[in-house]
């Protein structure tokens, strides 16, 4: 039978963070599927293409989804299809989403989609390190706390389970780009990573 304590310790680091994403759509309709596929081949070959021209390297962009189907339309109205084509970028420059937004629209126009943008930290490993140490400290406290109050001294550690989570800045959804321009700010705020250790000490 086990005997002793076991605790959950939470530790939280936070850090400004270092790269954005930008997820970018291409859409068409048109009355068939080969037409609809033609035209977005063709656009998000532009915004690609305009991407690049801003310094984007073409490792920094991949693609997300890619999707063709029929639209549905009322009873009697012309068949049409649609197709799309996300992309996701990735930079280091955190001051140019304005700069890069331009580009996709001046390349794509009214057919382009901004899904979203998040901000995210690339090397997260000493932010795990921190906040490892401090769910530990943590559980230690309480365990030791908790073997006080019912006469025990706390022993050594027996088992150790992790859990590991980040809190991503959330994405902002941004339905239409023909609305935005290189004016817009944007607030990066801060990138913080989880760390929970479920401890089980023996009694001394």
Do not use: C
């Not at 189907?69 to 930079?91: C, D, L």
């Not at 944007?186 to 009694?203: M, Q, Y």
């Amino acid at each position: 039978m086990e005997t002793g304590v076991r605790v959950v310790g939470s530790g939280q680091v936070s850090a400004a963070p270092d790269v954005l994403r930008v997820s970018f759509s291409v859409e068409h309709v048109a009355p068939d599927v080969a037409a609809a596929v033609a035209q977005v081949g063709e656009r998000t070959d532009a915004v690609t293409a305009a991407l690049r021209e801003q310094g984007v390297e073409d490792s920094a962009i991949a693609t997300t989804t890619v999707n063709v189907y029929q639209e549905y339309r009322e009873p009697g109205t012309s068949v049409a299809y649609r197709g799309s084509h996300s992309i996701t970028v990735t930079t280091k420059d955190l001051a140019g989403f304005g700069r890069l937004l331009n580009a996709a629209v001046g390349a794509a126009g009214n057919g382009l989609g901004l899904q979203g943008l998040q901000f995210d930290v690339e090397d997260k490993d000493p932010l795990i390190v921190r906040a490892r140490e401090l769910a530990f400290g943590r559980a230690r406290s309480k365990a030791q706390e908790l073997a006080g109050l019912a006469g025990y001294a706390l022993g050594s550690v027996t088992s150790i389970s992790e859990t590991y989570g980040h809190v991503p800045i959330p994405a902002v959804g941004l339905q239409s780009a023909k609305a935005y321009d290189s004016a817009i700010t944007i607030t990066p705020g801060d990138h913080t990573v989880e760390a929970s250790l479920e401890v089980h000490f023996s009694w001394a």
